[in-house]
């Protein structure tokens, strides 16, 4: 099922993911600029959790919200390998956006720690700790967060591409006015 346009959910969406997502790689990279022990590391340490725990949230919204109405149609001038780059293309950006949050939270666990979403509400650990699989998990956590950057910049120069060089409505119709 395909739509005209995309609704002002959908571009909500987006954005806030986008916006979620350079905030939980910057989270991270702050973390790495303070001393080991520094008490401020554990904030970031929460914040992360919880803003991933979000993430997870929208991204559950986005998907299921992409199943029920579609996306809208690619521009009639696209070849069959454009399509299929932008369809792929697609499918990693949400394939990387479930396996982050899940590795995330499997990272939490394993590593022997609840979850907290703003301390409003918590969900302990169901299994005991493991430092061995959550040293493989924050790996995988970590190259997929690494590849998430690139895929959103791969997405972002597409978008742009089509604005100013093939000058069609790919990123208009992205835009919140779109």
Excluded at 20 to 31: H, I, P, S
Excluded at 71 to 83: I, K, T, Y
Excluded at 94 to 105: D, F, H, K, M, R
Excluded at 140 to 155: D, P
Aim: proline share 7%; with cysteine.
């Amino acid at each position: 099922m395909t739509s005209p346009a995309y609704t002002s959910t959908q571009k909500f969406l987006h954005w806030s993911l986008f916006v979620l997502v350079l905030l939980l790689y910057a989270l991270t990279f702050g973390e790495d600029l303070l001393p080991r022990g520094d008490p401020t590391v554990d904030s970031i340490w929460r914040l992360h959790i919880s803003f991933g725990l979000l993430l997870a949230g929208l991204v559950l919204w986005r998907v299921v919200l992409r199943g029920l109405k579609g996306a809208p149609g690619l521009p009639d001038e696209m070849s069959a390998p454009e399509r299929a780059t932008a369809k792929f293309g697609h499918l990693v950006l949400y394939a990387l956006l479930i396996a982050i949050p899940v590795l995330g939270i499997l990272l939490t666990w394993f590593r022997g720690n609840e979850l907290s979403f703003f301390g409003l509400f918590t969900v302990p650990a169901p299994f005991p700790p493991d430092r061995t699989t959550a040293r493989t998990i924050r790996e995988l956590h970590s190259l997929c967060a690494n590849g998430i950057l690139i895929a959103v910049g791969l997405h972002a120069l597409a978008a742009l591409y089509h604005h100013f060089i093939r000058r069609d409505a790919i990123l208009t119709r992205m835009l919140p006015k779109g």
